[in-house]
């Protein structure tokens, strides 16, 4: 069975950093693609960053030179550090890992951002 379990939210002022982790069991996320995605009530869920199997980021304008995603498959572990927070970042987090076999979604972790 597998597993995607979040961590790391929590409640920070703006200006402030976060790092998320995305811990995967039952798989092997050496050839998976991961992402971070993130939700607020009443609006569709967005990309906040992704990594391919080879290490390659995207970013979306909002969080570019902000936010920077970054994986240790020895871990099977997926990390994004968030700097210089805003209050629209605030949000539910949740991991996604595309792994031949399916796709798997954690269940999120909660990020406030004070003004």
């Known amino acids: 069975q597998v597993q995607v379990v979040e961590s790391g939210g929590g409640l920070v002022q703006a200006g402030g950093s976060l790092r998320l982790s995305c811990a995967v069991f039952g798989i092997n996320i050496g050839n998976s693609t991961v992402t971070w995605s993130r939700q607020v009530p009443r609006k569709r869920r967005e990309l906040a960053a992704s990594?391919?199997?080879?290490?390659?980021?995207n970013y979306p304008a909002s969080v570019k030179g902000r936010f920077t995603i970054s994986r240790d498959n020895t871990k099977n572990t997926v990390y994004l550090q968030m700097n210089s927070l805003m209050p629209e970042d605030t949000a539910v987090y949740y991991c996604?890992?595309?792994?031949?076999?399916?796709?798997?979604w954690g269940q999120g972790t909660q990020v406030t951002v004070s003004s």
């Open positions: 990594i391919t199997s080879g290490g390659d980021a």
């Open positions: 996604n890992v595309l792994d031949a076999g399916g796709t798997y």
